[in-house]
């Protein structure tokens, strides 16, 4: 099983700055396939990046994606009000599929 | 549009047994993988399962092997999860999601496993 590892657990930013968010997997991933999720309270996850630096449709240019292999990034370039939630990533290239454990973008 | 929609969940003893449902409507359901993730209270994301198109390939979580079973109708555009010996662990709101990369989400069905 391939384990995937979020870090920080926690990031404490001020609206306007800029997010980077680390995701490392324990074996290099199939072909890039990994997505980044963002979700709120209360709601279901969605579908930020898909193939490590897509942007699904409808997704802000300031979220952005980059890696291969074993490490990869999520970048929000300047963070609005509504950014501040958990991010989650996870591979979908080998089985069984994981998700990291999440990070929390919490308003500084 | 598309819409994924759970139904199913309640509360059930250890060792009983649930089946959700997941209805899709707004996209040929036929073309896409589908999969069960589940979230336990105020805990991280949890992949449990996928299916394949058209049933060829499944494949589960470690923690639920042998125990849940995933199934699909075409037909009617429904997805299932056949949850079986349910022990407290699976306690959860589940989910299932679009696609290999989990594209489009339902809103989730609570299961509390409590005697």
């Known amino acids: 099983e391939i384990v995937l590892t979020q870090s920080p657990g926690t990031l404490s930013l001020s609206p306007g700055e800029r997010a980077t968010l680390s995701c490392r997997a324990s074996q290099s991933l199939s072909s890039s396939y990994l997505g980044w999720y963002q979700q709120k309270p209360g709601q279901a996850p969605r579908l930020l990046i898909y193939g490590a630096s897509s942007r699904a449709t409808g997704i802000p240019d300031r979220f952005s994606g980059s890696g291969s292999g074993t490490d990869f990034t999520l970048s929000i370039s300047r963070l609005e009000p509504e950014d501040f939630a958990v991010y989650y990533c996870h591979q979908y290239g080998n089985s069984p599929r994981t998700f990291g454990q999440g990070t929390k973008v919490e308003i500084k | 549009q598309v819409q994924l929609v759970e139904s199913g969940g309640g509360l059930v003893k250890p060792g009983g047994s649930l089946k959700l449902s997941c209805a899709a409507s707004?996209?040929?359901?036929?073309?896409?993988?589908m999969s069960w993730i589940r979230q336990a209270p105020g805990k991280g994301l949890e992949w449990v399962s996928y299916?394949?198109?058209?049933?060829?390939?499944?494949n589960y979580a470690d923690s639920v092997k042998g125990r849940f079973t995933i199934s699909r109708d075409n037909a009617k555009n429904l997805l299932y999860l056949q949850m079986n010996s349910l022990g407290a662990g699976d306690t959860a709101v589940y989910f299932c999601a679009r696609g290999n990369s989990l594209d489009q989400w339902g809103q989730g069905t609570l299961v509390t496993v409590s005697s």
């Open positions: 707004g996209f040929t359901f036929s073309d896409y993988y």
């Open positions: 299916i394949s198109t058209t049933t060829t390939y499944t």
